[in-house]
T-cell receptor, first 115, second 113 residues
């Protein structure tokens, strides 16, 4: 069955430090992969997506993610975080399930930024 | 890009009552999806709504509890029926496709007392 695992429930980093959020997926075919961010009281905003081609994808707000098929991973990175990056981050895989296109989300990682 | 307007943004409801949540998309979309996000949890798909057909519900969700309408390609509603405190969640709608960006409404924060 399709699944997404985000091993880290909560991460705290200092402002200006680098960030990596982990995501592992399970899907039998070539996956479509997404990272979304949810700020408190807000809906979800797409940070970046991978469909094919270059395995290193650039997103908004200075984020990037690398697709590693051998590790079934799609980790999100940012070289220097800002206080405004504090939010909940969700990794998702797009899958064909029973003939319908659906998104399967990970449990989310809550990012806290220390000043 | 598509913009999804969802309302209400929040509500506090008495147990036993029902609440209808509306989602309006600024462009025509084939499929719309409704999710529930329980406190501190990830998004769980409730159902998929296609225009002109009955919604398809995920395991654990039933039409009697969460009736959905999809009268046209830009609009959908989700009703949370006979509410109990366990229904307190954020409900989100989205239009999505595998190979294009998925767009989400801002969510409806429901508290049942």
């Amino acid at each position: 069955a399709q699944s997404v695992t985000q091993p880290d429930i909560h991460i705290t980093v200092s402002e200006g430090a680098s960030l990596e959020l982990r995501c592992n997926y399970s899907y039998g075919a070539t996956p479509y992969l997404f990272w979304y961010v949810q700020s408190p009281g807000q809906g979800l905003q797409l940070l970046l997506k991978y469909f094919s081609g270059d395995t290193l994808v650039q997103g908004i707000k200075g984020f990037e993610a690398e697709f590693k098929r051998s590790q079934s991973s799609f980790n999100l990175r940012k070289p220097s975080v800002h206080w405004s990056d504090a939010a909940e981050y969700f990794c998702a895989v797009g899958a064909l399930i029973q003939g319908a296109q659906k998104l399967v989300f990970g449990q989310g990682t809550r990012l806290t930024i220390n000043p | 890009s598509a913009v999804i307007s969802q309302k209400p943004s929040r509500d506090i409801c008495q147990r036993g009552t029902s609440l209808t949540i509306q989602c309006q998309v600024d462009s025509q979309v084939t499929m719309m999806f409704w999710y529930r996000q329980q406190p501190g949890q990830s998004l769980t798909l409730i159902a998929t709504a296609n225009q002109g057909s009955e919604a398809t519900y995920e395991s654990g969700f039933v039409i009697d509890k969460f009736p959905i309408s999809r009268p046209n390609l830009t609009f959908s509603t989700l009703t949370v029926s006979n509410m109990s405190p366990e229904d307190s969640s954020i409900y989100l709608c989205s239009s999505e496709s595998l190979n294009t960006e998925a767009f989400f409404g801002q969510g409806t924060r429901l508290t049942v007392v």
